[in-house]
């Protein structure tokens, strides 16, 4: 099958691109996760995925190795779409630093509370309760972690250009988590009505921020 970029059939709006990826591996990624989330994980295999992106198992091999790289690029493929500061674009400013802290609370509801993770978050749970906890590792690893990188990244760069202060980096996104999330994800892989809908993220975002400034704002400011 032919290797060039085409439209992928059933991509969905919110796949957006990433910089760890190609556009044409983005959208293939895109396709392997509606595939997990429609059929499971064992849905997931090369020829499946070669024949639903109208790619060849051999670009398959050569992008992301066997289907646990393929497993491991998805995940990435989904935590990536949670924004924090790049080094080369890490805000100068405090209002800059105070917009990056939105846009990454902002991006962590969107992300979190969509149909794809909290299908990704269902299986890996299934699949410890059977005793094959791949997927669950992969999501710690891949997904959890890189989150909470890049967010440690923008609160150490908010700290030393004193627009914060705190003492432990990973104390102060727990609770820059629980302000933005609260109980809203595990309410939602629980089924339960949503308590958070996503016309109201902007908002729920800026409340988070505002509170988690009120706690850690640099008083020498």
Same mark, same amino acid.
Request: glycine letters at 10%; aromatic letters at 10%.
């Given at each position: 099958m032919s290797q060039s970029a085409q439209t992928l059939p059933?991509?969905?709006?919110?796949? =957006? !691109?990433?910089n760890e990826f190609t556009a044409r591996?983005?959208?293939?990624?895109?396709?392997?996760? #509606?595939? @997990?989330?429609?059929?499971?994980?064992k849905a997931l295999t090369t020829a499946g995925l070669a024949k639903a992106a109208n790619c060849s198992?051999? &670009?398959?091999?050569?992008?992301?190795?066997?289907?646990?790289? @393929?497993?491991?690029? @998805?995940v990435v493929f989904q935590a990536s779409k949670v924004r924090g500061a790049e080094e080369r674009a890490s805000p100068a400013t405090?209002?800059?630093?105070?917009?990056?802290?939105? =846009?990454?609370a902002e991006d962590l509801l969107s992300v979190l509370l969509s149909e794809s993770s909290l299908a990704l978050n269902r299986l890996s749970v299934g699949a410890v309760r059977g005793q094959e906890s791949g997927l669950g590792a992969v999501l710690v690893e %891949? /997904?959890? #972690?890189?989150?909470?990188? #890049?967010? =440690? %990244?923008?609160?150490?760069? /908010?700290? #030393?250009?004193?627009?914060?202060?705190? /003492?432990?980096?990973?104390?102060?996104? &727990?609770?820059?988590?629980?302000l933005v999330i609260g109980d809203a994800h595990i309410r939602a892989l629980l089924?339960?009505? !949503?308590?958070? %809908? &996503?016309?109201?993220y902007p908002s729920r975002a800026k409340q988070a921020v505002a509170r988690f400034l009120?706690?850690? &704002?640099?008083?020498?400011l």
């Open positions: 059933n991509s969905q709006s919110d796949d =957006i !691109p990433n591996q983005n959208a293939v990624l895109a396709v392997g996760l #509606r595939l @997990i989330v429609e059929g499971g994980e198992k051999e &670009s398959l091999y050569k992008w992301f190795g066997d289907r646990d790289g @393929i497993l491991s690029a @998805i405090q209002q800059a630093f105070e917009e990056a802290l939105t =846009i990454f %891949h /997904g959890k #972690r890189r989150i909470e990188t #890049r967010a =440690i %990244h923008l609160l150490t760069h /908010g700290k #030393r250009q004193r627009f914060l202060s705190f /003492g432990e980096a990973h104390e102060a996104y &727990s609770t820059l988590y629980g089924g339960d009505t !949503p308590t958070v %809908h &996503s016309q109201d009120a706690l850690y &704002s640099n008083v020498n």
